[in-house]
């Protein structure tokens, strides 16, 4: 009679217990390793709805003076007037209109923008490097995209933008 109540007795094997445990354990790992890469590409696809707003907001600043590109844009050698990109009408009244924000993602500090690079056939071909620090933009004059690197175009009212991406790669983006 003892030995028909142990085999009547229901329950979980350890073998089962062990199973489980290690098949939870396996979610967890696929979870742990998938959420920064996730999280990267969430900061990248911030990036580059930055920059299509950049591209337009510099496309509208265009269009209501006369094809002008914005002096600010045009490169700040004096330390005053790197002091004073913060208040640069064009990204307060662009791009920081209304309260809006035009911050790096990863580090929540405001982009740098390196004004113009003028762009000829030369300088358009190693224009891009990984080694430009995260955040910073570089605005390219006489120039369109190819893909990730500016390409030399006439017209000194086209520009070109680049910044690096924290997964991999460099956007691009033109007017």
């Given at each position: ?39 990267r590409s969430q900061r990248d696809t911030q990036r580059r709805d930055d920059m299509a707003r ?122």
């Open positions: 009679m003892a030995k028909e109540n142990i085999k009547a007795k229901k329950g979980f094997t350890i073998i089962e217990v062990v199973l489980v445990l290690a098949i939870a354990g396996l979610i967890f790992l696929m979870v742990f390793v998938a959420l920064p890469a996730l999280q950049f591209v337009a907001q510099l496309a509208q600043y265009q269009a209501n003076n006369n094809g002008k590109v914005p002096s600010e844009l045009t490169g700040a050698d004096s330390d005053a007037q790197k002091a004073a990109k913060y208040n640069d009408p064009f990204i307060a009244q662009y791009l920081k209109a209304a309260g809006d924000t035009f911050a790096d993602p990863s580090t929540g500090e405001d982009y740098s923008v390196v004004g113009f690079v003028s762009c000829t056939n030369a300088a358009c071909a190693n224009a891009t490097s990984s080694e430009t620090p995260m955040g910073q933009i570089t605005v390219y004059s006489n120039a369109t995209c190819d893909g990730e690197n500016p390409k030399y175009i006439q017209g000194n009212r086209k520009i070109a933008i680049t910044l690096n991406l924290e997964g991999a790669g460099i956007y691009c983006g033109h007017n």
